[in-house]
T-cell receptor, first 112, second 117 residues
């Protein structure tokens, strides 16, 4: 079964607004990663957050991790039309082979 | 950052033919590469792990005789879809484990869209 599940499945906002996507998982993780995928393209690695970290920032991206709730969130501040893409969380299970397992993704549309 | 390429980017073929997809790490050596398939609006499903110089490790439910993987060098892995059928139509994405990343980071190729008629 899939380890990570994103919520919501789809999100539509206006340019300038913030976008928040959530990811829930089931088992203990080593780390959790967020990726972006433009339509019909490959994945771009955004942020990796380890199980002993609670928050990381990268530009307009903010990722939080709550291991007690087995959940993570990705916040995109001041969104732009170019942020329109699908966003996936991927979990790397503790004690595993470092192969990430992907959720179904959140489709984000930012209207100009 | 590291670059992974795939070729071709898209392919249309007749049912029954075989299709080869190449995955190359352009500026680093990748001892381990991964092959995923993705259906529309779905997640990436890991098909197999490709190790240089050894046999690939296939995920449960993936037919190894159907999806042949060869990792002959540190910069090239190939996926051959043998006797392709319409249900094999999908988006195939490879990734390579980044060097010196303790196995934590992968770089993904741009994907290959396969349409079997």
């Amino acid at each position: 079964s899939q380890q990570g599940e994103e919520d919501p499945q789809a999100l539509s906002i206006q340019e300038g607004e913030n976008a928040t996507m959530n990811c829930s998982y089931k088992t203990s993780i080593n780390n959790l990663q967020w990726y972006r995928q433009n339509s019909g393209r490959g994945l771009v690695h955004l942020i990796l957050i380890r199980s002993n970290e609670r928050e990381k920032h990268s530009g307009r991206l903010r990722v939080t991790l709550d291991t007690s709730k087995k959940s993570s969130s990705l916040l995109i501040t001041a969104s732009r039309a170019a942020d329109t893409a699908s966003y996936f969380c991927a979990t790397v299970v503790r004690g595993g082979s470092y192969i990430p397992t992907f959720g179904r993704g959140t489709s984000l549309i930012v209207h100009p | 950052g590291a670059v992974v390429s795939q070729h071709p980017s898209w392919v249309i073929c007749k049912s029954g033919t075989s299709v080869k997809i190449e995955c190359r790490s352009l500026d680093f050596q990748a001892t381990t590469m991964f092959w995923y398939r993705q259906f529309p609006k779905q997640s990436l499903m890991l098909m197999a792990t490709s190790n240089e110089g050894s046999k690939a490790t296939y995920e449960q439910g993936v037919e190894k005789d159907k999806f042949l993987i060869n990792h002959a060098s540190l910069t090239l892995s190939t996926l051959t879809v043998t006797s392709a059928h319409p249900e094999d139509s999908s988006f195939y994405i490879c990734s390579a484990r980044a060097p010196n990343s303790k196995g934590e980071t992968q770089y993904f190729g741009p994907g290959t869209r396969l349409l079997v008629l």
